[in-house]
């Protein structure tokens, strides 16, 4: 079978029965030579370059070319946020004028009538998101924008 044969519909003739089993037990691959087609589709449907398939000594490499670079830290934390309500972007709001303030002063400044534990979990989204910090614990706790 030749580079090109894998291209079009082929039969499946597997180098390493044992990694062949493992990837068409996941799904990765078919038993009857569909697998780089697949790949090959599933790069156009993602506009990503044709993967490039060689042959060396006794075995076979596939190359998947990216448009850009792939890095494990995300380019913008905002990307990765998920969509605030209106009530956390309005605490966000109250945060930025002043330095620190406590859930029950946040809970005063807001426009609509919020219960104090609705606040907390509010504030507490935040600070998981990393837009807020927490100072201190219990009763005395601050909040700070970031």
């Known amino acids: ?18 990694i062949a ?13 569909t697998g780089t087609l697949r790949m090959i589709g599933y790069c156009e449907k993602n506009d990503t370059p044709e993967p490039e398939f060689s042959e060396y000594s006794s075995g076979f490499a596939v190359t998947f070319r990216f448009k850009e ?11 990765l946020q998920p969509a605030l309500t209106a009530r956390q972007e ?6 930025g004028t002043t330095n620190t303030m406590s859930a029950t002063e946040i809970q005063g400044r807001l426009s609509s ?6 606040v907390q979990a509010d504030l507490t989204t935040l600070k998981n998101t990393a837009l807020v910090e927490q100072i201190g614990k219990g009763p005395t706790t601050l909040w700070k924008k970031r």
């Open 1 to 18: 079978m030749s580079i090109d044969d894998l291209k079009k519909p082929h039969e499946s003739y597997p180098r390493n029965e044992d």
């Open 90 to 95: 309005q605490i966000l709001t109250i945060l």
């Open 21 to 33: 089993t493992i990837f068409y037990k996941r799904g990765w691959v078919e038993g009857w030579g």
């Open 69 to 79: 670079a792939m890095s494990t830290v995300p380019k913008s934390t905002h990307a």
């Open 113 to 118: 009538k919020t219960s104090l534990r609705t």
